[in-house]
């Protein structure tokens, strides 16, 4: 009965893991966590230790990733492309290498080689004579997916290389293994980007890179920044180096990416040690790393210790603990951002996961729930990795009760009420009212913003004091403020006030295309305002052009002149364009060539602030000082250039005057930035 069970449990776990085999490498899109996946696999193979006799070679654990698709061509590889078995933490690594101790009394004289683990997906790549002429994906270790095309778009890869490289002579055929990755700091660029034009976003890094790599138009995988690290030969006509540290050095030799992060360790204990260090130095990646890869060294003992199922035996991947846990969705929340776009977010139970409670993540949009068909009550799996927001990756399915309720988004903004847009063939939701309060604050923030307006001095604190206090209904308001008005709110003294309404007033000056990035339409960022500002003579000929006209200026497509064209129909913008007008906001005829103004007056300089001043906080300082391309240190030194000194000021400023460094106070500061004179020049 008990062997009746387990064999039903061994059987769904096969079909469960050929499930998410699939949706990993197939559709580069998983739904549960790897650390998930791993607990499985390990189950899976429990099993078959107890029952060896139930072992088939169509067995996960006896074949590599999911097998290519149909969608490109397949191409034999010229040895099989192995995984790696895992260890969890150090007792497992010495696990191992005793294991190997009693197979082969070599490895008591073996050196190793540590390396990261790339979290991207593995490509195999053929050169001859010098000459890239192919590449695959791992697919099912024995034939992959010719990905030619799309990998002759990454400029890490390179397509020729040298076929002398002083000692290093490249065999007419060489094949060598990397992985292809996306850096973290690309992948939010990038998501941003798809989540603005309202495409589907990426869940992580990895899915990104294997999506990317594996797009049927090479021109789409060509806008996608993805890089590679190269780390073995497969085969070059039958020679090898003589260990993974030469393979290493000749790859480089070679003009081949190679990971700056690579360790050789001369024993057992430099092994551990660098282990350690390595777990230590986890989030200074600028990739993602999901463990380390521990190699022997010599390529011949490594060869002859053979493997096991679909890993050598010679090496093993140490992982780092999962980021990910699953807790329960109590329920979903939206925020209204500055162009109006909705986005839910999910409360959850809290949960601690790295150290810290986590009791929000994002849930991405709207189309992410119901794809993965989220819903409020499901045990969802969430991901917090590094300082990146905590993400919903999915719910677990089998864990449901049936008491789950399914999820539909808002009709209405939840700030305003008005009825909120979908915009045909976009993943997002809009609220378009252009009054709603959630996004007032939002719009004034970045319509006072560097690259926009460039108020010096007025931050998200002044501005939710504005609008607030209700004398900021749009950003035409701000340019009605009074010294009155403002002396009336808290922290406001005589000396603040007209600081601020000088640089107001100062802001009239910014170039045509700094106000219409600062009007915030969908799409239009800096660049695009700059091309629409030398085509336009001012915002009365630019509301006047229609969708066809506007996509005439290249980088502007149909979406965006569509949304430029919407946001000038909508009365309340309209009415806007007229109040700015009237306020004199009126930039117009050729862009001004300057683009840095006030906001760089202090570019390059460093500040230490002390004592009390007069009309400004200390943060507040510092945020002008920052937002004039200024440095705000905590303590004195020689590179200092200015200590801005208030009231009771102490030790700082004894030690600036031992060390002749400038001395200034508020009013000094705000000569320096200019901001004190209404008709700063741009
Ligand atoms: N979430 C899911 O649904 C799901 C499904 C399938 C697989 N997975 C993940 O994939 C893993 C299994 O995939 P796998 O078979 O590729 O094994 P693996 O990812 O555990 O390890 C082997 C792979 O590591 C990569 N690698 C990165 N850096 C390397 C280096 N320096 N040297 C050598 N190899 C390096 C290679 O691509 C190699 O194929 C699972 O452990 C799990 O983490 C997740
Ligand atoms: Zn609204």
């Avoid at 890239?132 to 994906?137: M, V």
């Avoid at 045990?379 to 089998?398: F, M, Q, S, T």
């Avoid at 939710?464 to 009155?484: I, R, S």
């Avoid at 290249?554 to 909508?570: K, L, R, Y």
Wanted: aromatic share 8%; with cysteine.
């Amino acid at each position: 009965m008990e062997e009746h069970n387990q064999m039903t449990e061994y059987q769904e776990l096969r079909e469960q893991i050929q499930y998410h085999n699939y949706r990993y490498n197939v559709l580069d899109d998983p739904v549960i966590s790897d650390g998930e996946y791993d607990r499985l696999f390990a189950r899976l193979k429990a099993i078959e230790a107890e029952h060896p006799e139930w072992v088939t070679s169509d067995s996960p654990t006896q074949r590599v990733g999911g097998a290519a698709t149909g969608k490109f061509a397949k191409v034999r590889h010229p040895a099989p492309i192995l995984s790696l078995s895992n260890a969890f933490n150090l007792a497992d690594v010495r696990a191992w290498y005793d294991r190997l101790v009693k197979l082969d009394e070599r490895v008591k004289r073996a050196d190793f080689v540590v390396e990261p683990k790339f979290d991207g997906l593995t490509v195999v790549l053929h050169y001859e004579n010098g000459l890239f002429t192919q590449g695959a994906t791992r697919g099912d270790g024995e034939v992959g997916e010719d990905v030619t095309a799309n990998l002759k778009t990454l400029l890490t890869l390179p397509l020729r290389i040298p076929v002398k490289k002083g000692a290093a002579e490249v065999p007419p055929r060489l094949t060598v293994r990397g992985e292809v990755l996306i850096f973290i700091a690309d992948f939010e660029e990038l998501n941003q980007r798809l989540q603005k034009t309202g495409e589907k976003t990426y869940v992580n890094p990895r899915n990104t890179a294997a999506g990317s790599l594996r797009q049927l138009d090479p021109k789409i995988t060509a806008t996608r920044p993805l890089k590679m690290f190269t780390y073995a030969i497969v085969d070059a006509d039958g020679w090898t180096p003589q260990t993974q540290w030469e393979s290493l050095a000749y790859l480089k030799a070679c003009g081949f990416p190679v990971s700056e992060y690579v360790y050789h360790c001369a024993n057992l204990d430099e092994l551990l040690t660098c282990c350690e260090a390595m777990q230590s130095k986890r989030d200074e990646f600028p990739f993602e790393v999901d463990g380390v890869v521990i190699k022997i060294n010599d390529q011949k003992l490594a060869a002859d210790l053979g493997y096991v199922g679909k890993d050598p035996r010679g090496a093993i991947a140490l992982k780092y603990p999962a980021r990910e846990v699953t807790t329960i969705l109590e329920g979903i929340g939206v925020n209204v951002g500055r162009t109006g776009v909705l986005t839910p977010y999910a409360m959850l139970q809290p949960v601690e996961v790295g150290g810290v409670i986590v009791k929000q993540a994002t849930l991405h949009n709207f189309d992410f729930i119901e794809e993965k068909d989220i819903r409020v009550g499901d045990r969802v799996l969430i991901k917090r990795a590094g300082d990146v927001i905590p993400y919903v990756i999915g719910p677990v399915v089998d864990a449901r009760s049936g008491k789950e309720t399914p999820y539909a988004p808002p009709q209405n903004c939840p700030a305003c009420g008005e009825t909120v847009e979908h915009i045909e063939g976009e993943v997002a939701w809009y609220c378009v009212n252009s009054a709603c309060p959630a996004q007032l604050i939002r719009n004034v923030e970045h319509f006072v913003s560097r690259g926009a307006m460039d108020m010096v001095g007025l931050g998200i604190k002044i501005v939710e004091q504005l609008v607030e206090a209700g004398l900021v209904k749009d950003v035409a308001d701000l340019y009605g403020l009074t010294k009155e008005q403002l002396l009336g709110l808290e922290g406001f003294a005589d000396k603040k006030a007209e600081n601020l309404l000088a640089s107001i007033d100062a802001s009239r000056q910014r170039p045509l295309a700094r106000l219409i990035t600062a009007l915030g339409i969908r799409g239009i960022g800096e660049v695009g305002a700059g091309d629409l500002a030398k085509k336009y003579a001012d915002l009365d000929a630019l509301s006047q052009a229609g969708s066809a006209e506007l996509q005439t200026i290249e980088g502007i497509g149909p979406n965006i002149a569509e949304a430029i064209v919407d946001w000038f129909e909508q009365p309340a913008n309209r009415a806007l364009v007229k109040k700015l007008k009237a306020y004199g906001v009126w930039p117009s005829g050729a862009p001004a060539t300057s683009a840095g103004g006030a906001g760089q007056a202090l570019l390059g300089l460093s500040f230490v602030i002390t004592g009390t001043l007069p009309s400004y906080s200390r943060d507040e300082a510092k945020e002008l000082i920052q937002a004039a391309g200024g440095k705000v240190v905590g303590s004195v030194s020689k590179n200092t250039d200015y200590l801005l000194c208030g009231e009771a000021a102490g030790s700082k400023l004894e030690k600036a005057q031992q060390l002749g460094i400038k001395i200034i106070d508020e009013a000094g500061l705000l000569r320096l930035i200019g901001a004190a004179g209404a008709n700063q020049k741009e």
